[in-house]
């Protein structure tokens, strides 16, 4: 298991989890392992990108060949006048 030492906590910080631990039955550490645990699960995933996405969706598919690259095509822009 990982330790770790908060510097320059505030007193009145660090006097409200004391006493809030107390309240509880718990231990000072107990308390401070209890709220970092649950802020870090509180947490959504993160997003993933879309290519992996992408991936993953198609990975069912078994892709095994380049895919050939569309060939270019000149676009004109639309001409909204009558």
Sequence with gaps: MAQFMVRNLEDDVHERLKELARRQGRSFEDMVRD????????????????????????????????????PRQNVEPQSFER
């Design 35 to 70: 709220i970092l645990r649950n802020a870090i699960l509180r947490q959504p995933e993160p997003r993933k990108g879309l290519g992996t996405r992408l991936a993953e969706r198609f990975a069912k598919h078994k892709l095994d060949k380049e895919l050939p690259e569309l």
